[in-house]
């Protein structure tokens, strides 16, 4: 085990979630530019038959004489016009020369010279951005999976930038176990505590859906002593607020050193975390007995068989792996049971429907980077002491090394074993990223989008089966999803820990998410 803390939480960093800048692969978020297509050229009629060659009249007339020059030449210039065209496709075709612009990469896409690096993708892979400045958005950020970079001081200023509005879309963030609510100062490129002044639950039901909650989940609005935390200042209601009731709450505060009531807007929009298990002193690989214990622990079934695990976050949205749904990504192949121990028991229900799978598109299946998938569930869950959802990671929550964690699911029990009839789980500890990424550990594999947890000395662990379940924690009575079970080499083998998605560093796209479905 290893004491130091090596996984602070620190909550959304912008760049940091990001993809590499040029993946190849990555859908871009644009149509592809414009293809040059092999269309043939067009014939050239070389049998011209036009007035030239009329038959001679008896008389000749000098008007007659000079009509035919004319005709001869114009003829002459359409010719040479056509044979200009030919030259001209056939030069293309022959040399593929990307005569006004530059070539995509390998492809045939040719993008004018004046189109690359001006923040706009036109290359299907997006070629004319990736290069920029050494591939580094150096004065700004990325506008999420697309190449553009907008300028830092152009996020959370009211003013949409990015295409699909990445810099407006996450203004506001949870900080701490008790969810205080910061907003993003575009001024000071800080995140601020929110004042009470003026704040009610009117607002508060604004703010948890502009964040991606829905407003019937909404729980309550507080308000509590922000301490250090308001060392940078607050984020103040303006007056006018209520007449702009459906602009973005964002928009109408304001950077202020001070607030009249001194306490900061705690808000919760989903009622998270809570579980019956609150004594942590239960040792890795146990049958779970009851329901109330991991109650975001869901089973997504493809006809009928167990495939992988996922998590309720709110009352239409698992979380669970990219790679779970990369064969089956069509909605109507899953099944998602909620609020079951065993599988046998779940072969007796019908399971929920789902309406939308959405895998990360930074996914990769050659490196496992960024796996992470949402579904959406066709009707909203029926929360109860079995079925309720586990906490999103909230900024400044304290994810060491130190701390204990769990796993669940019904994986296999040993390597390339079967599916576990029983739900399980197992504590594990988190392995911080430079152990993890040793020679005799991953040797360099793991990312920044991927946590290591398990035992070094091997002999628990996650396997087969439990990939998109739960990595959780508790903390001042909650449960946090840390992470979402991806891969590791073979199960529970030494120096081999389980390997989960940072759902940290996924909050923004899972909010995205959210919002737009
Ligand atoms: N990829 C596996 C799955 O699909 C999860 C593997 C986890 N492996 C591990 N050693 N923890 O279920």
């Not at 699909?164 to 969810?179: I, K, S, T």
């Amino acid at each position: 085990m290893h004491n130091n803390p090596s996984h602070v939480n620190y909550g959304f960093q912008y760049g940091e979630e990001r993809p590499p800048a040029f993946a190849p692969g990555y859908p871009t978020a644009y149509p592809p530019a414009p293809q040059y297509t092999n269309r043939a050229p067009e014939p050239i009629n070389t049998h011209h038959t036009a007035t030239a060659g009329l038959p001679h009249t008896t008389v000749r007339r000098k008007g007659s004489r000079c009509k035919c020059l004319c005709i001869t030449a114009a003829v002459v210039i359409i010719i040479l016009i056509l044979l200009g065209v030919a030259a001209v496709l056939l030069w293309y075709f022959l040399y593929g020369v990307c005569t006004l612009g530059r070539r995509c990469g390998q492809s045939n896409t040719c993008v004018r010279s004046s189109q690359w690096c001006d923040g706009v993708t036109d290359c299907p892979k997006g070629e004319d951005e990736a290069q920029c400045l050494y591939g580094v958005c150096t004065l700004g950020r990325k506008c999420g999976q697309n190449n553009k970079c907008v300028l830092s001081s152009q996020w959370c200023d009211g003013v949409t930038d990015c295409p699909e509005g990445e810099d407006e879309a996450q203004c506001f963030r949870f900080y701490g176990a008790d969810f205080m609510l910061q907003s993003f100062s575009n001024e000071d490129q800080k995140w601020k505590v929110v004042c009470s002044d003026r704040w009610d639950s009117n607002i508060g039901k604004r703010a948890c859906q502009q964040i991606g909650y829905s407003s019937s989940n909404y729980v309550n609005s507080g308000t509590i002593n922000p301490g250090s935390v308001a060392a940078d200042g607050y984020m103040t209601l303006n007056a006018d607020y209520l007449a702009l009731s459906s602009d973005p709450v964002h928009n109408s505060l304001s950077s202020s050193a001070s607030c009249p009531t001194n306490e900061a807007v705690t808000l919760r929009c989903s009622d998270c975390g809570k579980s019956s298990a609150l004594a942590t002193r239960i040792v890795g690989g146990n049958v779970v007995t009851t329901t109330s214990r991991w109650p975001w622990q869901v089973s997504l079934q493809v006809s009928g068989n167990h495939m992988c695990g996922g998590s309720i976050i709110t009352p239409s949205w698992i979380v669970t792996a990219a790679h779970c749904v990369q064969k089956y990504s069509s909605p109507s192949q899953w099944r998602v049971y909620a609020g079951f121990l065993t599988l046998t028991q779940m072969s007796y229900s019908s399971g929920n429907l789902v309406s939308e799978v959405i895998s990360h598109s930074g996914y990769n299946t050659d490196t496992s980077t960024n796996d992470i998938a949402l579904m959406k569930l066709r009707t909203p869950l029926q929360f109860s002491s079995s079925i309720a959802p586990v906490c999103l990671p909230n900024s400044g929550l304290d994810f060491s090394t130190s701390r204990t964690y769990y796993v669940t699911g019904w994986g296999a029990t040993s390597n390339g074993g079967f599916a576990s009839n029983d739900l399980r789980e197992a504590q594990v500890s988190l392995i911080s990223n430079t152990v993890c990424n040793s020679q005799q550990v991953y040797n360099g594999q793991i990312t920044d989008s991927m946590i290591c947890a398990g035992k070094l000395e091997g002999g628990v662990d996650s396997c087969q089966g439990d990939s998109g379940g739960p990595l959780v924690t508790s903390q001042s009575y909650l449960w946090w999803l840390v992470g979402d079970t991806s891969w590791g080499q073979g199960c529970a083998i030494r120096n081999r820990p389980g390997v989960y998605g940072n759902v940290t560093l996924f909050l923004d796209w899972i909010y995205t998410q959210m919002k737009k479905y």
